[in-house]
């Protein structure tokens, strides 16, 4: 019964910024890790950033300097924050989080996605 919930999608300018925030809800004991994943159409799935439970993030080469995700165990909530936007950055943004539930099930969870439009 865990939901995975993102916000913070629309289109923007090259150039822009843009906020994404992804909250997890439900019988939630632990998060280990949460994700960001991006899918362009014809294009594969990728892993645009990740942090873990200790903080550690880790970024796609791609994104590397442009990206900064953030979370807020507290609130069971992740931040991806997008500056200097470019159209490659264009593609439906996944929140995906590493969960272990209240019964101590761990599992994997996606939320639906949100798009993100980069074009002038």
């Known amino acids: 019964q865990v939901q995975l919930v993102e916000s913070g999608g629309g289109l923007v300018q090259p150039g822009g910024s843009l906020r994404l925030s992804c909250a997890a809800s439900?019988?939630?004991?632990?998060?280990?890790?949460m994700d960001w994943y991006r899918q362009a159409p014809g294009k594969e799935r990728e892993l645009v950033a990740r942090?873990?439970?200790?903080?550690?993030?880790n970024y796609a080469d791609s994104v590397k300097g442009r990206f900064t995700i953030s979370g807020d165990n507290l609130k069971n909530t992740v931040h991806l924050q997008m500056n200097s936007l470019k159209p490659e950055d264009t593609a439906v943004y996944y929140c995906?989080?590493?969960?272990?539930?209240?019964?101590?099930?761990?599992?994997?969870?996606w939320g639906k996605g949100t798009l993100v439009d980069v074009s002038a």
């Open positions: 942090i873990t439970s200790g903080g550690v993030t």
């Open positions: 995906n989080g590493d969960v272990s539930t209240a019964n101590n099930y761990r599992g994997s969870y």
């Open positions: 439900g019988s939630i004991f632990s998060i280990n890790a």
